[in-house]
C-alpha cells in the first residue's frame, strides 16, 4: 500500500529547472536529509520537516519515490499491510445530501447539506461574470473550480477518516453499493430539469468511494460491494416489503412491524446484511443472519462539517 506524505517548501536550487521532478531512482533518505544526485556524485540535500522524520522513523514504512514542486515536496511511502479478518459488517448508503453509515446494533447519519450549496454557489459566481474576455473567464473559472474541489475533498475526508476509524474499531468489513454507471439515469434526454441533472451529476459519490477505499486499504481493512437491488425499499426487521409515505419523502413505512423508518437507516442495514450473509456468514441466508436482532439500531445524527476540528 502506497501513501505521500507532503513537505513544506522546498530551497530554491539552479538544479531544479523545471517547475516539478518526479523520481523513484537513487536518491535516498539520510536521517532528516533528502538526497537527490545531480550527476558526478553531486547531490542536493533536502532537510525534511519534524512530522516527516516522525514518521520515517518508523521501519516498517519505505521511501519509494518523491516528487517536487515549486511550492512543496512529497514523498510516496510504503508498506506492508495483511488484511484484517473480520466477523461484522457495516453497511454505507451514499445519497446526495447524507451518508449513513451502520448495521443493526448503531447507524450514523453523517449530514452532507453544505455539499451541494458549494457547488451551487461556486456556478452561481460563475453566471454572473459578464466581462466578454474568453481567456480572464477562463483562469476565473479554473480558479473557482479548483476551490470547489479543494473544500469538497476536505470534507468528504473528515467523513471517510471517521467511517473507517469506526470500522476499525468495530473489527468489520466495509460493505458499499455497487451503483456504477449511475451516471446514466442524468443524461440530457432524460425528461429531467436541467437543475436537477446538473445537481445529481455534480454529487461526489465516487469521491467518498475513493477516499475510502486507499484508507481502508491503509488499515487492512476489508471492502466489498453488493447489489444495490431492493435496499431501500425492504424492511431490515421483518423482511417484508415497505410503502413510501405520501407526505414524508424519505420516510418508509413497514405495515408487518407497524412501524415508520427512515429510507436511509433501511439501506445502510439493508447493505450490512447482505455483506454479512454474503462474505461473513456465506452457508446462511439473510433472514437467519437477522434473527435475534429484531430490533431498530441506535441512530447518531453528525454534524460532517464539524468533524475533526478542534473547538
Known amino acids: ?46 532537510i525534511l520537516n519534524h512530522h516527516t522524520q516522525q514518521i520515517l522513523s518508523d521501519k516498517s514504512f519505505k521511501v519509494k519515490s518523491f516528487v517536487i514542486t515549486p511550492d512543496s515536496i512529497s514523498l510516496g511511502i510504503q508498506k506492508e499491510v495483511e488484511e484484517i479478518k473480520c466477523d461484522n459488517t457495516i453497511g454505507i448508503d451514499r445519497n446526495l445530501r447524507n451518508v449513513t453509515v451502520g448495521n443493526h446494533e448503531k447507524v450514523i447519519m453523517y449530514d452532507m447539506e453544505d455539499l451541494p450549496k458549494i457547488t451551487y454557489r461556486t456556478k452561481k459566481i460563475t453566471s454572473s461574470f459578464k466581462r466578454n474576455d474568453h481567456r480572464i473567464r477562463q483562469k476565473i473559472y479554473s480558479k473557482l473550480g479548483n476551490r470547489r474541489a479543494r473544500r469538497i475533498k476536505q470534507f468528504l475526508n473528515r467523513i471517510s477518516k471517521d467511517i473507517v476509524s469506526k470500522a476499525r474499531e468495530s473489527n468489520s468489513i466495509i460493505i458499499l453499493k455497487d451503483i456504477k454507471g449511475i451516471r446514466k439515469l442524468y443524461r440530457k434526454g432524460n425528461g429531467q430539469g436541467n437543475k436537477h441533472r446538473g445537481m445529481m451529476n455534480s454529487w461526489p459519490f465516487y469521491e467518498l468511494q475513493r477516499q475510502i477505499q486507499y484508507k481502508s486499504a491503509w488499515e487492512g481493512i476489508p471492502i466489498r460491494f453488493v447489489s444495490p437491488v431492493r435496499t431501500s425499499i425492504l424492511c431490515p426487521i421483518c423482511g417484508n416489503r415497505t410503502r413510501k409515505d405520501a407526505e414524508q419523502h424519505r420516510q418508509v413505512w413497514c405495515s408487518s412491524c407497524k412501524r415508520m423508518m427512515d429510507r436511509d437507516v433501511v439501506a445502510a442495514m439493508n447493505i450490512s446484511y447482505k455483506g454479512l450473509q454474503r462474505f461473513c456468514n456465506p452457508s446462511c441466508d439473510a433472514s437467519e443472519a437477522m434473527k435475534g436482532n429484531l430490533r431498530m439500531p441506535v441512530i447518531l445524527r453528525v454534524d460532517a462539517s464539524k468533524l475533526g476540528l478542534k473547538a
Do not use: D, H
Request: charged content about 20%; aromatic content about 10%; proline content about 9%.
Open 1 to 46: 500500500m502506497k501513501r505521500a506524505i507532503k513537505e513544506g517548501k522546498t530551497p530554491k536550487s539552479p538544479y531544479i529547472q523545471k517547475p516539478y521532478l518526479v523520481s523513484c531512482y537513487g536518491f535516498k533518505i539520510n536521517g532528516m536529509l533528502l538526497s537527490i544526485p545531480i550527476g558526478n556524485r553531486k547531490y542536493i540535500n533536502i
